[in-house]
């Protein structure tokens, strides 16, 4: 037993024992240092990836709201020549569509607001 006490203890002086402590030593900071930038970056990923969906819901609401003024505008210059009145009952549903969809969550919740054959 004793011979085997002073082996071990011969190892834990050896070269090639202090080499690997320290380079175990020596890798402990830098896989902190590896996990807290991997962190920072899968949060940074994540807000942008946040950030990047806020503006393109914005982008959809904005065209959404831009196709409304035109109807609109195509509405006032086409009603008084308009006589099918089914037509007309069209472009008011449309426009009470987009209204109820530009007031935000709340609103309609329908993606037919293009229809009313074809216009």
């Known amino acids: ?9 011969r190892a834990i002086y050896s ?6 402590l320290s380079l175990a030593i020596a ?3 830098a896989l902190i240092v590896a996990t807290i930038l ?3 970056l899968v949060t940074a990923v994540d807000e942008a990836k946040q950030d990047f969906e806020r503006a393109m819901s914005a982008s959809r609401r904005l065209a959404e709201i831009r196709v409304l003024v035109e109807k609109e505008l195509g509405l006032v210059s086409r009603i008084p020549a308009e006589l099918d009145l089914k037509n007309v009952d069209c472009f008011r549903r449309t426009h009470r569509l987009f209204r109820e969809r530009a007031q935000g969550p709340h609103g309609a919740e329908r993606d037919d607001i293009h229809g009313c054959g074809g216009h």
């Open 27 to 29: 890798a402990v900071p």
């Open 1 to 9: 037993m004793t011979h085997l006490v002073q082996n071990s203890n």
């Open 38 to 40: 991997g962190i920072t």
């Open 15 to 20: 070269l090639a024992f202090k080499t690997l």
